[in-house]
Every structure is written in structure tokens, then in C-alpha cells.
């Protein structure tokens, strides 16, 4: 029963596999399991590792917000809690800025420290921001009489 359950999943060559096994060859499900690993293990993307973190790499034009979730979720992925090599995997991938001046000179510990300090520097960048953006205009000069 779950060899023919199995049997409608399959699509173009996983099919064409199926269908060239020779007639009575598959006696259980298990075996048909087996076999099916066996001819596509090769398919699969390998496990991350650890030192995959060094291959995230900031976007130019990327936001430091959008950087360090898309390095997060790559931390999650590899399952690695080795913080020296995060922090440095996270330094290197950064784009030159202000930022990543202030992670050279003062060295963070931890990726929580990072976030940390992300949400302060993109605080403090909005604030600037704002504050330029909210300055008055320059009086007009008065027009001299000639």
C-alpha cells in the first residue's frame, strides 16, 4: 500500500527511476525506502558548517538591520555557539561605515552584544537624520543697495 502511495509522488525522472526498477524486485517498503535514498542522496544540500558564517557577506545598499538578520538566521542555521568566531565572521562581512569602525575599535564579546550595539548606532543614525532633515532653512541675506 505505501509503495503505491509512495508511486504518485513521484515526478518526471524520479518516476522514470521507479518505473525502470525490474518487476518484483521491491518486496517492502523499507527496501523501496532504501533504494530511493541510495539514488538521490547525492541531491541533497550538505548540512552548513560553521565556517559557512564567513561566506554572508553585507550588500552594498544593504541596511545593517537586514545584514545582521540575514547573518542571524545563517547563526541559527549552523547551530554553531562558538562567539569569538561569529563576531569575527560578522566583522568581515561588514561593509566599511561607521559601524563596523566602532566593532574594530571597540570588540564586541557576543552576537547579542552586536545587536545590541546595532540598535543604538541605527537609533542614533535616525536621530541625525531627523535633525538634518528638521533644521530651518537659512534666512534670506538682505539685498543690498547699490
Known amino acids: 500500500m505505501r509503495c503505491k502511495l509512495f508511486m504518485n509522488t ?3 525522472m524520479a518516476m522514470d527511476w521507479f518505473i525502470s526498477l525490474p518487476d518484483s524486485h521491491i518486496t517492502s517498503f523499507a527496501q523501496l ?16 558548517v560553521s565556517y559557512d558564517l564567513f561566506y554572508v557577506k553585507q550588500y552594498q545598499g544593504e541596511t545593517l538591520k537586514e545584514y545582521i538578520n ?8 549552523v547551530g554553531t555557539t562558538e562567539e569569538p568566531m561569529i563576531v569575527y565572521a560578522f566583522r ?35 536621530e541625525v537624520c531627523e535633525k538634518r532633515t528638521s533644521v530651518a532653512p537659512a534666512r534670506p541675506r538682505a539685498q543690498s543697495r547699490a
Open 10 to 12: 513521484l515526478i518526471r
Open 33 to 48: 525506502s532504501q533504494l530511493f535514498r541510495e539514488q538521490y542522496i547525492t541531491n541533497r544540500a550538505p548540512p552548513p
Open 70 to 77: 540575514r547573518f542571524g538566521a545563517q547563526v541559527v542555521k
Open 92 to 126: 568581515k562581512g561588514m561593509c566599511p561605515g561607521p559601524f563596523c569602525e566602532s566593532i574594530i575599535r571597540s570588540r564586541p564579546r557576543t552576537f547579542v552584544e552586536i545587536r545590541c550595539r546595532a540598535v543604538e548606532h541605527t537609533a542614533t543614525e535616525g
